[in-house]
T-cell receptor
Framework: NAGVTQTPKFRVLKTGQSMTLLCAQD?????MYWYRQDPGMGLRLIHY???????AKGEVPDGYNVSRLKKQNFLLGLESAAPSQTSVYFC??????????????FGPGTRLTVL | QQQVKQSPQSLIVQKGGIPIINCAYE??????FPWYQQFPGKGPALLIA?????SEKKEGRFTISFNKSAKQFSLHIMDSQPGDSATYFC????????????FGEGTQLTVNP
């Protein structure tokens, strides 16, 4: 049981390049989330999904797109990277119900630098 | 617009001390208040959580105090240890919004031996 995994762990991009971050969970969770973490700003929600085939905007969605084609995977895309997107990105998932329905389980993060 | 404000930004205590981290929220519809703990290079992990129908919750050395009228809640760590050195985030959510978490800014805690 790997929990939530993220690929890649580190990435350096040049301004204007594109990339996709992959999040995978093996806990059969319905909900998945993408956050960015910046110093002094906590974690801010980018996009989230309440189930396979659904996505919704969070607090800071501009410049990002997401897809949830399979229940276990949640992809975050940057179409044209900007230096302001330099951050640490975390994926999280949680179940729809059960005793832990409010607990979000986080991946180890992806450190992205945009030059 | 920061709906959950956390203080202090950083905190240094000696082993055995009782660090206290405070959070204040604006949205009275929030109905779930967790604290997450994050070690360097790792993702956050749930530490303890409380609902607004109780004023205090204790799990081991960690206690949440909740003041609904003041819209504030705090984390107390009893008999702190160097292994408690981490970044702590408070958060809040409401079930009606799909339990999306709004996080505070984070507090970097250092417990010196």
């Amino acid at each position: 049981n790997a929990g939530v995994t993220q690929t890649p762990k580190f990435r350096v991009l040049k301004t204007g390049q594109s990339m996709t971050l992959l999040c995978a969970q093996d806990m059969n969770h319905e909900y998945m989330y993408w956050y960015r973490q910046d110093p002094g700003m906590g974690l801010r929600l980018i996009h989230y999904s309440v189930g396979e085939g659904t996505t919704a905007k969070g607090e800071v969605p501009d410049g990002y797109n997401v897809s949830r084609l399979k229940k276990q995977n949640f992809l975050l895309g940057l179409e044209s990277a900007a230096p302001s997107q330099t951050s640490v990105y975390f994926c999280a998932s949680r179940p729809f119900g059960g005793p832990s329905y409010n607990e979000q389980f986080f991946g180890p993060g992806t450190r992205l630098t945009v030059l | 617009q920061q709906q959950v404000k956390q203080s202090p930004q950083s905190l240094i205590v000696q082993k055995g001390g009782i660090p206290i981290i405070n959070c204040a929220y604006e949205n009275t519809a929030f109905d779930y208040f967790p604290w997450y703990q994050q070690f360097p290079g790792k993702g956050p992990a749930l530490l303890i959580a409380i609902r607004p129908d109780v004023s205090e919750k204790k799990e081991g050395r960690f206690t949440i105090s909740f003041n609904k009228s003041a819209k504030q809640f705090s984390l107390h760590i009893m008999d702190s240890q160097p292994g408690d050195s981490a970044t702590y985030f408070c958060a809040a959510s409401r079930r009606a919004s799909g339990s999306r978490l709004t996080f505070g800014e984070g507090t970097q805690l250092t417990v010196n031996p």
